[in-house]
C-alpha cells in the first residue's frame, strides 16, 4: 500500500480542530465497551466508556464548525461542560474548558499557541478534582501536554507532533497499572485514561488517512446504544453517582469543595465561576441538593443508584427486570427487595431542577411547595433516559416489563414505549410497556403485584396479561384539604376556587378509567370527604375483595392514621405501604391531602 504524504499543517482554525474532535471522538465511541470493561477506579460501576462517550457525542450531535479557532473551541468546551457525564466525562470537559480558556481571540492558531493553551490547561483539570490521584486520566493528559510544550520549538507540523506524541501517551497510560493498586490487582489500565489515548488515536488515524467522509457519518453512529459490560466485582458504599450542573453560581470553589465533602467522595468541580458542573458519590442526595440550591440555580441533576447498576449485572435475583418511574408511590425497603428499577420525573421549582424522590424527598418538596412563590412544574422522563436503562437491563435480563402512570396525564409512558421497541429490536429482547391508567398508590399496587408474580415464577407474557387486568382494577382516592394548590397549578379557576374557598368546600379527586383526573365528590371539610371516601369503598367492597391498598398523605399523618385504622378493621389487612404521597400529585392535591388507593382482585 502507497504511503500517504501528509501535508504540513502549521496553523489550525476552527473546521480543522472540529474534525480533529470528531475524529477523536469517533474512536473513543467505537471503544466504548473495551472501555467499560476495565473500569475499575474510581468505582467499577462499568460505565467510563459510556460516560466518556455521551459527553463527546454531545459535541458531535450539536455544533457545527466555524472558521475560527476560539469560537469553535468556545463551542465544544461549553457544549462538553454542559453534558459531562462520570467522573471522566467531567475532567475531560474541563481540560477542554481549560483548553479554551487559555486560548486568545485567535481565528488561526501556531503549534506554539496551541502548546501553551495545553499546557496552561493541566492545571484546570487538577484544580478540579478534591483529591488528584497519580496513575489516572489526569496523569496522562498531563504527560501529554507537557510532551507538546516541550517540543513545540523542534517541531513545526501539528500533523508531526500529534503523531509523535504516541510513544509518550502510551507509556504514560502503561505506567497506571504499577502506580495504582487496584490496577495493577485487575491486571487493567486506568480507563478513564485509556480513554484519552483513544481520542488521540482517532485523531492520528484521521491525519493519516484524511477521510471526511468517514467523519461525517460518525453522526449517524452516535445513535448506537449504550451497553454496559460486566467489570470485576467490587462493594458499593456510596449508593449514588450524582452530578449537578450549577449556573449563577454564588459561592467560592474552596466553600463549594468543603461542602461536596460532607456529603460523599470522588468529587470533581469543574467549569467557571458562571457555570459550574459538579460530581461526586453520595448516599444523600436530596440533603446535598437541598443545600446546593442556595449556591446558585441549579440547572442539571443527574443521580445513578449504583448499588441498583451493581445487582443488575452481579445479583439478579430474577430473569424478568421491572421498571417504573417515581409517581409510583411504595416504600423503599419493597422497591429495593424487589429490585425494581424506578426512573425519576423532572421537578422544577423556578429554574432549580430536581429528580423526584432522589434530589428532593416528598418532604423537602412539601416544604418548598409552601415556602417557595414559584409553583412546580414536573416534566417527563425522557426518551434518552430509558434508552440508557434498557440498553442495561436488556444486557443482563432474559426480558424487561415497564409499568408506568397514565398517559393521560404525562409522557413518560410514551418516551419509554418509543425507547424500549428501539432497543427491543436493537438487542432481540422482549420489552413490554403497560400504561396503568392511573399513578400514586394505584400504580405503587400493580407494581407490587407484578412484582410478586416475577418472583413466583411466572413466564414474561403471563406477568404482562396479569398486570394489564390489574391495572383495570385499581382506584386511588384523594381527599383535598384545600383549593389553594389546585387554583395555583391552574386546575381550577381562581373564582372557582375562591368560591369554594368561601363555602368551605374540599373535593375528592380520583382518576377515571381513561386515566383522567376527575372530581368525584365534595364535602364541607376533609374530615366529611375522608368519610364519604370510606362509605363508598364498604360499599364496593360488598362485592368486590381487596387484594391490597395503600395509604397516602401530603404531610398529614393524623389523616393517614385515620384511614389506616378505618381500613384495617374494613380488611383485617395491614397497608403494603404508608407513604407520603408522590409529589407530581401532592403538586396539585396540596399539602393535608390524604389518599386511600386500592387493587380489587
Not at 6 to 22: A, C, H, K, Q, S
Not at 67 to 88: F, Q
Not at 472 to 490: D, E, Q
Request: aromatic content about 8%; charged content about 20%; some cysteine.
Amino acid at each position: 500500500m502507497e504511503a500517504v504524504t501528509l501535508v504540513p499543517v502549521n496553523e489550525m482554525d476552527g473546521r480543522r480542530l472540529y474534525y480533529t474532535f470528531i475524529a477523536g471522538a469517533r474512536k473513543v465511541i467505537e471503544h466504548q465497551v473495551e472501555l467499560n470493561k476495565i473500569n475499575v477506579f474510581p468505582v467499577n460501576d462499568g460505565d467510563t466508556g459510556t460516560n466518556l462517550a455521551s459527553t463527546i457525542r454531545a459535541v458531535v450531535d450539536s455544533i457545527h464548525p466555524h472558521r475560527s479557532y476560539k469560537v469553535t473551541a468556545d463551542l465544544i468546551a461549553e457544549t462538553t461542560l454542559v453534558n459531562a457525564r462520570g467522573n471522566s466525562g467531567i475532567i475531560f470537559a474541563q481540560f477542554l474548558y481549560g483548553m479554551s480558556t487559555e486560548t486568545g481571540n485567535f481565528k488561526t492558531i501556531t503549534i506554539k499557541q496551541f502548546a501553551e493553551s495545553i499546557k496552561n490547561s493541566v492545571r484546570y483539570i487538577y484544580e478540579a478534582v478534591a483529591n488528584p490521584v497519580e496513575g489516572t486520566m489526569l496523569t496522562v493528559i498531563k504527560d501529554w501536554a507537557n510532551y507538546i510544550y516541550e517540543n513545540r520549538n523542534r517541531i513545526t507540523d501539528f500533523n508531526q507532533l500529534l503523531i509523535s506524541s504516541v510513544d509518550v501517551l502510551n507509556k504514560s497510560l502503561l505506567a497506571t497499572k504499577s502506580k495504582l493498586a487496584v490496577l495493577a490487582k485487575a491486571n487493567v489500565v486506568d480507563a478513564g485514561a485509556r480513554g484519552f489515548v483513544f481520542f488521540v488515536e482517532g485523531i492520528i488515524d484521521f491525519i493519516a488517512n484524511r477521510n471526511l467522509k468517514d467523519l461525517i457519518q460518525v453522526k449517524a453512529e452516535t445513535a448506537l446504544f449504550e451497553k454496559i459490560e460486566e467489570s470485576i466485582p467490587e462493594k458499593v458504599d456510596l449508593r449514588y453517582c450524582t452530578e449537578a450542573l450549577i449556573k449563577n453560581n454564588s459561592v467560592d470553589k474552596k466553600s463549594l469543595l468543603q461542602l461536596l465533602k460532607k456529603y460523599g467522595n470522588s468529587i470533581v468541580v469543574a467549569g467557571s465561576d458562571k457555570m459550574k458542573r459538579i460530581h461526586l458519590h453520595t448516599n444523600n442526595p436530596a440533603e446535598l441538593f437541598n443545600e446546593l440550591r442556595n449556591t446558585g440555580t441549579l440547572a442539571f441533576q443527574k443521580a445513578d443508584d449504583m448499588i441498583r447498576q451493581s445487582e443488575v449485572v452481579y445479583n439478579r435475583k430474577w430473569k424478568i427486570a421491572l421498571v417504573t418511574d417515581s409517581t409510583c408511590d411504595l416504600e423503599q425497603d419493597i422497591i429495593d427487595n424487589y429490585q425494581i428499577n424506578m426512573l425519576p420525573i423532572n421537578i422544577n421549582f423556578g429554574e432549580n431542577h430536581y429528580l423526584d424522590k432522589i434530589t428532593i424527598l416528598p418532604e423537602q418538596f412539601y416544604t418548598l411547595l409552601k415556602e417557595n412563590k414559584d409553583y412546580p412544574k414536573s416534566s417527563q422522563v425522557n426518551e434518552k433516559s430509558f434508552t440508557n436503562l434498557y440498553s442495561h437491563l436488556a444486557s443482563h435480563y432474559d426480558s424487561i416489563i415497564a409499568i408506568h402512570l397514565s398517559d393521560r396525564l404525562s409522557g413518560t409512558f410514551n418516551s419509554s414505549q418509543k425507547a424500549a421497541k428501539a432497543i427491543s429490536e436493537e438487542l432481540n429482547k422482549p420489552i413490554s410497556v403497560i400504561n396503568s391508567k392511573n399513578l400514586s398508590g394505584a400504580l405503587g399496587l400493580v407494581v407490587l403485584r407484578t412484582a410478586q408474580a416475577i418472583e413466583a415464577g411466572y413466564s414474561h407474557d403471563q406477568v404482562v396479561n396479569m398486570a394489564e387486568k390489574w391495572t383495570n382494577n385499581i382506584r386511588i382516592f384523594i381527599s383535598v384539604k384545600t383549593m389553594k394548590y389546585l387554583v395555583r397549578g391552574g386546575r381550577v379557576s381562581f373564582v372557582r376556587g375562591l368560591i369554594a374557598r368561601i363555602l368551605n368546600i374540599c373535593p375528592i379527586v380520583s382518576i377515571d378509567e381513561s386515566g383522567k383526573a376527575i372530581v368525584f365528590d365534595k364535602a364541607f371539610n376533609q374530615r366529611s370527604n375522608m368519610e364519604k371516601v370510606m362509605e363508598y369503598i364498604t360499599k364496593i367492597s360488598q362485592e368486590k375483595i381487596i387484594w391490597n391498598y395503600i395509604i397516602l398523605h401530603a404531610n398529614n399523618t393524623d389523616a393517614a392514621q385515620w384511614y389506616s385504622e378505618k381500613m384495617a378493621m374494613l380488611t383485617n389487612k395491614k397497608p403494603a405501604s404508608i407513604v407520603n404521597i408522590s409529589p407530581i400529585l401532592g403538586a396539585n392535591a396540596g399539602i393535608g391531602a390524604a389518599a386511600v388507593s386500592l387493587l380489587f382482585d
